[in-house]
């Protein structure tokens, strides 16, 4: 950006054209500045790129960590924005993170509801787009402030002030920062979620978050009853909100696979397995159950699987859901991080019950074991009551 250099640039186009002697180049390249993102894609596009260079620096030096802000709207995230960049100077390293939690509690047309995605599907793309609008609209106000201390300071004729001016026209850092947006367990199918995503992205998102839980048994990620899907239909997921990515030209855009199996003791459906050892075969040799010898064993309803070469009755309640073994969470936490890496997913979250750092941290340490370059999304939400857990 060289303000100097995009009126003269300006002024020959204008010169060239005798019917638009009224129009002044100066002005006209102070409402290019003013309206630096033609289109809300063009925001996602910008921020995936800035969200790229960022996690690049905490590979090189962990201090550089980024640091997210919950919002519910606009006006907040644009004061929250403003207000970053006149304490710190800048909004390097510092994104907003905008929660199913807090839609569903204060943006859901059904009033104030637990964070079990049953708020409007599009109230998520709404609320970013009413982000980027406020943050766009910070741009505009202190950029206008710029330029008439720099008419006050030509109609002074103060030299040495205009050059201040230009340079922190020509270095201005823009209020709109990437969004980790959270689309939650994607809302239905993999169609489902492909679609959401490609709303979320052509509102402004570079970074979708989406979790392992089923979509239609969701529950907040402190509650009990979770319930989890199959690696296979999560990764199908994962693909898609990669597919979404793709198809609007955010080549650069960020996933973060969240997964909740550590609360989570329950799954909906027995994975598809083909062989020994594989994804689906993994997924089921955490269900809890009892191993049979003959049919005479099965009782009318039963489901049997073949599980480590033998016959696996799992235990069933009477909800139809199948139930974990209680010893296998963290198993199955690690296996969760692992896969979604390796298939697609940029960032972890890993979901806990407590804000416990040494307990995530055996954890990352295990996944890392596999996967060396894995960086953590951690969760610091309200609903963890930090003040009761710490003391």
């Known amino acids: 950006m060289s303000y100097t250099k995009d009126i003269e640039a300006l002024s020959s186009v204008i010169?060239?054209?005798?019917?638009?002697?009224?129009?002044?180049?100066?002005?006209?390249?102070?409402?290019?500045?003013q309206n630096r993102f033609n289109t809300h894609?063009?925001?996602?596009?910008?921020?995936?790129?800035?969200?790229?260079?960022?996690?690049a620096a905490y590979?090189?030096?962990?201090?550089?960590?980024?640091?997210?802000?919950?919002?519910?709207?606009?006006f907040i995230g644009?004061?929250?924005?403003i207000s970053i960049k006149k304490y710190f100077g800048g909004t390097k390293r510092?994104?907003?993170?905008?929660?199913?939690?807090?839609?569903?509690?204060?943006?859901?047309?059904f009033g104030p509801l637990p964070d079990q995605s049953m708020h409007?599907?599009?109230?998520?793309?709404?609320?970013?787009?009413?982000?980027?609008?406020?943050?766009?609209?910070?741009?505009?106000?202190e950029l206008n402030h710029l330029f008439r201390a720099l008419d006050d300071a030509k109609d002074a004729g103060d030299a040495a002030k205009q050059k201040e001016i230009i340079e922190k026209i020509d270095n201005f850092e823009t209020h709109v920062v990437p969004i980790i947006a959270d689309i939650d367990a994607g809302f239905g199918n993999p169609e489902a979620t492909y679609l959401m995503a490609k709303q979320m992205i052509e509102a402004g998102a570079c970074c979708i978050q989406i979790e392992n839980q089923v979509s239609d048994e969701k529950q907040c990620g402190h509650q009990d009853g979770k319930v989890t899907v199959p690696h296979a239909d999560f990764l199908a997921k994962i693909n898609a909100v990669r597919y979404a990515f793709l198809e609007l030209g955010?080549?650069?855009?960020?996933?973060?696979?969240?997964?909740?199996?550590?609360?989570?003791?329950?799954?909906?459906?027995?994975?598809?397995?083909?062989?020994?050892?594989?994804?689906?075969?993994?997924?089921?040799?955490?269900?809890?159950?009892?191993?049979?010898?003959?049919?005479?064993?099965?009782?009318?309803?039963?489901?049997?699987?073949?599980s480590n070469g033998k016959l696996l009755k799992p235990t069933r309640l009477a909800s139809g859901l199948f139930q974990f073994r209680k010893d296998?969470?963290?198993?199955?936490?690690?296996?969760?991080?692992?896969?979604?890496?390796?298939?697609?997913?940029?960032?972890?979250?890993?979901?806990?019950?407590?804000?416990?750092?040494?307990?995530?941290?055996?954890?990352?340490?295990?996944?890392?074991?596999?996967?060396?370059?894995?960086?953590?999304?951690?969760?610091?939400?309200?609903?963890?009551n930090w003040t009761l857990n710490f003391r």
């Open 59 to 74: 590979d090189a030096d962990n201090s550089k960590y980024t640091q997210s802000l919950g919002c519910w709207h606009g």
């Open 41 to 55: 894609l063009d925001i996602a596009k910008y921020n995936a790129k800035i969200m790229r260079e960022d996690m």
């Open 250 to 306: 955010v080549d650069d855009g960020v996933i973060v696979a969240r997964t909740d199996s550590e609360g989570a003791g329950l799954t909906k459906q027995i994975a598809v397995t083909n062989e020994p050892g594989d994804l689906g075969d993994q997924y089921n040799s955490f269900l809890e159950g009892e191993y049979i010898e003959s049919a005479d064993e099965i009782n009318n309803g039963d489901v049997v699987i073949k």
């Open 328 to 384: 296998s969470n963290i198993d199955r936490v690690v296996l969760d991080c692992v896969t979604s890496l390796q298939n697609g997913a940029d960032l972890l979250w890993i979901e806990t019950p407590t804000p416990n750092v040494e307990h995530i941290k055996l954890m990352v340490d295990r996944i890392k074991e596999q996967e060396p370059n894995a960086k953590l999304v951690y969760n610091n939400s309200p609903s963890f």
């Open 120 to 141: 409007e599907k599009t109230a998520v793309a709404d609320l970013i787009r009413e982000l980027y609008t406020f943050l766009k609209q910070a741009d505009a106000w």
């Open 94 to 109: 510092r994104y907003l993170y905008l929660s199913g939690w807090m839609v569903a509690a204060l943006r859901s047309e």
């Open 15 to 33: 010169g060239a054209n005798s019917t638009w002697k009224d129009i002044n180049p100066e002005s006209a390249v102070r409402m290019r500045l």
């Open 78 to 81: 644009q004061q929250k924005m």
